[in-house]
C-alpha cells in the first residue's frame, strides 16, 4: 500500500521528470512547419500534421509538436515536399534562386549546353543554393535558334562522353530534340548518338518529342527503361495519339518498361490542351510535370512549377498525383534526387508550402487556347536544408 509521503515523493519525481522532458523538447526541432495539410505521396499522407526539422533533416510528422527553435505558420497551405523540376533551363546567375522562392529544391537543366559550354552550366549549378542537375545537349553547341542538329558533326559522340566524365557528379543524362525544325529528317539517327554517348555511364536520355519526322512507335524502340519523353501533349505530326485520337500502344507499353513522361510546358509546340485533354479522358496522365522554364517563360505560359502543376488540376488530376508527379516521382526519375520528393523522417529537410487559392483564374496552352479555371497554386514558402528561404526582395 502507498503511504501518503511515498505517493508525494512520487509524484514530484514525476514532475521533475516531466519539467525535464519537456526541456529536452524545448529545442528538439531548429524548424517546426506547424497546421499545413500535409500532402506526401510517398507515403500516402494528405493530413493536417505539423513536420519537425533537426540538422537539416525531417525528424517528425506528426500532430501537434511543440518546441521548435523557429517556427512556420502553414495553416491553410498545403505542406509537401520540395518540388523538383526535371526540365527546366536555369542556368544563369541567379536564376535556380529564382526558382527556389518558387518552391523547387532540386531541377534539372535539359540540355541548354552542349560539349563546348556544359562546364559554364555546372560552374552555375555548383553555386546554386539548391540541388542543381544537368543534362548534356547532345549537340556540342548547346540549343542553337536555327537547329543545332541541323548539321550532324555537332553530334559529336567523343566531345559529350569527355563532358560527362570531367563532371560525372553534375551530368544525369543527355538530352536530344527531336523536332523537324532542330535535326531535319535525321531523328533516328539523333536518338542512336545520344544513346551511344551515355552507355558508357549507364545515364539516361530525355527526348524531346513533338514534329518530328519519325514515328512515336519508332522513336519509342530506341528507348531504354529510365530514359524520358519530355513534351508528351505535343500535337502532330507523331504525337502519343494515333490518327483516330487513341493514345497508341507503342506508348503504353513504352511506359510499362520504365520510360518516363513528361510535360515540358514550354511556350512553343509542346503543350496543346485536345492532345492532353484526350490523353486524360483515356488514363494517359503525365509520370512529371515540369516546366521547361526559361528567363522569357517568367512572363508569359509557364511563369513557375505551381502554375503548371495547376494546368493539370484544371484538366482533372487529383491534387495528390499532382504533387506526386513533382516530389517522388521526378525523385524517382533522376538518380541524384533518389532520397528526395518526401517528407519521410530522416529525408533532407526540402518543403514547399503552397497555397491552393479559389477564384478565377486563365491557363493557356502553346497554342494560345485560353482555358478559365477556379483553382491555382501559388508558392507560399520553401524550407531547403532545414532553413527557411528568405522570400526575394
Ligand atoms: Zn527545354
Not at 511515498?6 to 519525481?13: K, N, S
Not at 536530344?176 to 539516361?204: I, W, Y
Not at 509542346?270 to 522554364?293: E, Y
Not at 504533387?323 to 518543403?351: E, M, Q, S, W
Request: net charge positive; charged share 20%.
Amino acid at each position: 500500500m502507498t503511504t501518503r509521503r511515498e505517493f508525494l515523493l512520487t509524484a514530484a519525481a514525476g514532475a521533475t521528470l516531466a519539467a525535464g522532458v519537456s526541456s529536452v523538447f524545448a529545442d528538439t526541432y531548429d524548424l517546426v512547419i506547424k497546421g499545413g495539410r500535409v500532402i506526401d505521396p510517398s507515403q500516402g499522407l494528405n493530413a493536417i500534421r505539423d513536420i519537425g526539422i533537426s540538422a537539416g533533416r525531417i525528424t517528425a510528422v506528426a500532430a501537434n509538436l511543440s518546441g521548435g527553435a523557429e517556427t512556420v505558420d502553414a495553416s491553410g497551405k498545403i505542406v509537401c515536399p520540395g518540388l523538383i523540376d526535371i526540365h527546366t533551363h536555369a542556368r544563369g546567375k541567379d536564376m535556380p534562386e529564382i526558382c527556389l522562392a518558387d518552391g523547387v529544391t532540386s531541377f534539372v537543366d535539359a540540355g541548354s549546353q552542349g560539349a563546348e559550354k556544359i562546364d559554364d552550366v555546372v560552374a552555375i549549378l555548383k553555386g546554386a543554393p539548391n540541388q542543381g542537375r544537368a543534362l548534356i545537349n547532345l549537340a556540342k553547341t548547346g540549343i542553337m535558334p536555327m537547329g543545332e542538329l541541323m548539321d550532324l558533326t555537332r553530334a559529336d559522340v567523343g566531345a559529350a562522353r569527355a563532358a560527362i566524365e570531367r563532371n560525372r557528379e553534375f551530368i544525369v543524362g543527355i538530352k536530344a530534340r527531336l523536332s523537324f525544325n532542330v535535326a531535319g529528317d535525321a531523328d533516328l539517327e539523333v536518338l542512336k548518338r545520344a544513346q551511344e554517348v551515355v552507355t558508357p555511364f549507364n545515364l539516361p536520355v530525355m527526348i524531346h518529342m513533338g514534329q518530328q519526322v519519325s514515328t512515336m512507335a519508332r522513336v519509342l524502340a530506341l528507348l531504354k527503361p529510365g530514359d524520358v519523353v519530355t513534351h508528351m501533349y505535343a500535337p502532330e505530326p507523331n504525337s502519343i495519339l494515333d490518327g483516330n485520337g487513341r493514345v497508341m500502344a507503342e506508348v503504353r507499353a513504352a511506359r510499362k518498361r520504365g520510360i518516363w513522361f513528361d510535360v515540358g510546358n514550354g511556350r512553343n509546340g509542346h503543350l496543346w490542351w485536345n492532345v492532353a485533354d484526350r490523353a486524360m479522358q483515356q488514363g494517359f496522365l503525365p509520370d512529371t510535370i515540369s516546366t521547361d522554364w526559361t528567363p522569357d517563360g517568367r512572363t508569359s505560359q509557364v511563369f513557375n512549377l505551381p502554375n503548371c502543376m495547376s494546368k493539370f488540376l484544371m484538366i482533372g488530376m487529383p491534387l495528390n498525383h499532382v504533387i506526386a508527379c513533382c516530389t517522388t516521382n521526378a525523385a524517382r526519375a533522376i538518380k541524384p534526387f533518389n532520397d528526395r520528393g518526401t517528407l519521410k523522417t530522416g529525408a533532407p529537410a526540402d518543403v514547399a508550402i503552397l497555397e491552393l487559392r479559389e477564384g478565377n483564374f486563365d491557363y493557356v496552352d502553346n497554342y494560345r487556347n485560353t482555358r478559365k479555371a477556379r483553382q491555382k497554386l501559388f508558392p507560399f514558402a520553401t524550407v531547403l536544408a532545414g532553413k527557411r528561404v528568405p522570400a526575394r526582395a
